[in-house]
T-cell receptor, first 117, second 115 residues
């Protein structure tokens, strides 16, 4: 079963608007990651937030994490047509040994973002 | 990103055939993973390997086998392909020694169709 559930499944916005995607998960995590996938291609890592962090920024991306609610959100500000893609959250709930997790990720089903020029 | 390559990129085969998908990486990473992606679903982990001598089953390993021939090579086999194994298959790598050790780097994918 999927650890991460994403909402919405699809999002359509105009260029310049902000896009917010949400991810909920079920078990405790070491970290949560967001990936982007252009149609039919491999996933590209966007950002990682650790379980002891609440917010993280990278360029136009802002990720928040609420471990009490087991949820995360990805905000893309000032969206561009080139941001059109599928976005996936992935949780790392694997065991930790020697301070390093086993790095097994469980992916959500993704949000399809379409940004219209 | 050409650091993780997959061959073939597309494959059409028939039910009952044996198929091997290959993954090679030049990133020097110890950890490698095989996922499958079905329409409307996220990626599901088939097998993962933390080094040449360590191979583990993932969430959906039934019907699949793997071989880690070297640090750089990780192959996925379908011993007797069936139509519900039609999917997009991805190989990924990660480096536990790096500061971003949880980040996974993905290959371009192999689209497999089983008729």
């Amino acid at each position: 079963s999927q650890q991460g559930e994403e909402d919405p499944q699809a999002l359509s916005i105009q260029e310049g608007e902000n896009a917010t995607m949400n991810c909920s998960y079920k078990t405790s995590i070491n970290n949560l990651q967001w990936y982007r996938q252009n149609s039919g291609r491999g996933l590209v890592h966007l950002i990682l937030i650790r379980s002891n962090e609440r917010e993280k920024h990278s360029g136009r991306l802002r990720v928040t994490l609420d471990t009490s609610k087991k949820s995360s959100s990805l905000l893309i500000t000032a969206s561009r047509a080139a941001d059109t893609a599928s976005y996936f959250c992935a949780t790392d709930s694997s065991s930790v040994a020697g301070g390093t997790s086993y790095g097994k990720l469980t992916f959500g089903q993704g949000t399809i973002l379409t940004v219209h020029p | 990103d050409a650091d993780v390559t997959q061959t073939p990129r597309n494959r059409i085969t028939k039910t009952g055939k044996r198929i091997m998908l290959e993954c090679s990486q030049t990133k020097g990473h110890d950890r490698m993973y095989w996922y499958r992606q079905d329409p409307g679903l996220g990626l599901r982990l088939i097998y993962y390997s933390f080094d040449v001598k360590d191979i583990n089953k993932g969430e959906i390993s039934d019907g699949y086998s793997v071989s880690r021939q070297a640090q750089a090579k990780f192959s996925l086999s379908l011993e007797s392909a069936i139509p519900n194994q039609t999917a997009l298959y991805f190989c990924a790598t990660s480096d536990p020694r790096s500061s971003s050790y949880n980040e996974q780097f993905f290959g371009p994918g192999t689209r497999l169709t089983v008729l």
